[in-house]
């Protein structure tokens, strides 16, 4: 009876810890802009140039997975270092996009607040690396060290070469989304 009580009190607490580390990730959620412009050739070897935008991602993840793409939002997640796709009434988390958490550098003031960040791109479809990313990230935070405002803009670089395509882009951050009144 003592191990069943223990087991019970185990669980719960493994849940609860889970629902605590799923409200922080959410709360730590940016709309993201993502642009490219990518160049490829034709049938008959001509250059030809195509675009990329978050809304092309939205509407690819929401094909694989059967769902409006009019419900999903593309965004920044702060402590994975990584792009999604996610629910627009409530931030859980439906789809990676792009990562930027495997190998990455970054350059940080004596604050914390200001980041030079240098990181390779990857995605769920290729074993390594897809291209780079270099970016400029600012942070605020309340006096409890709550992140209470965040900005992350740069520039990537990109190839599919199973397609012969190359992109180039740009990205930023905007609105902070699912915040909670205790991280005011």
Same mark, same amino acid.
């Given at each position: 009876?003592?191990?069943?009580?223990?087991?019970?009190?185990?669980?719960?607490?493994?849940?609860?810890?889970?629902?605590?580390?799923?409200?922080?990730?959410?709360?730590?959620?940016?709309?993201?802009?993502?642009?490219?412009?990518?160049?490829?050739?034709?049938?008959?070897?001509?250059?030809?140039?195509?675009?990329?935008?978050?809304?092309?991602?939205?509407?690819?993840?929401?094909?694989?997975?059967? +769902?409006?793409?009019?419900?999903?939002?593309?965004?920044?997640?702060?402590?994975?270092?990584?792009?999604?796709?996610?629910?627009?009434?409530?931030?859980?988390?439906?789809?990676?996009?792009?990562?930027? $958490?495997?190998?990455?550098?970054?350059?940080?003031?004596?604050?914390?607040?200001?980041?030079?960040? $240098?990181?390779?791109?990857?995605?769920?479809?290729?074993?390594?690396?897809?291209?780079?990313?270099?970016?400029?990230?600012?942070?605020?935070?309340?006096?409890?060290?709550?992140? +209470?405002?965040?900005?992350?803009?740069?520039?990537?670089?990109?190839?599919?070469? $199973?397609?012969?395509?190359?992109?180039?882009?740009?990205?930023?951050?905007?609105?902070?989304?699912?915040?909670?009144?205790?991280?005011?």
């Amino acid at each position: 009876m003592k191990n069943l009580k223990l087991l019970i009190i185990g669980l719960i607490t493994g849940v609860a810890s889970c629902l605590a580390a799923q409200a922080q990730e959410q709360t730590n959620e940016y709309l993201m802009t993502w642009v490219a412009v990518g160049y490829t050739t034709n049938a008959h070897g001509a250059l030809i140039e195509t675009n990329l935008n978050q809304q092309t991602l939205i509407n690819k993840v929401a094909a694989d997975n059967g +769902i409006n793409p009019k419900d999903c939002e593309f965004v920044y997640r702060v402590e994975k270092r990584d792009t999604a796709v996610v629910w627009k009434t409530n931030g859980v988390f439906i789809s990676d996009v792009y990562q930027m $958490e495997y190998t990455f550098e970054d350059v940080t003031n004596q604050e914390g607040t200001i980041n030079f960040c $240098e990181s390779l791109l990857n995605d769920e479809y290729h074993t390594n690396a897809i291209g780079s990313t270099f970016g400029l990230e600012e942070k605020a935070y309340n006096r409890d060290g709550y992140l +209470i405002g965040y900005s992350y803009h740069g520039t990537f670089h990109c190839a599919f070469p $199973e397609s012969n395509v190359v992109f180039t882009g740009s990205f930023a951050t905007g609105a902070r989304v699912y915040l909670k009144a205790e991280d005011e």
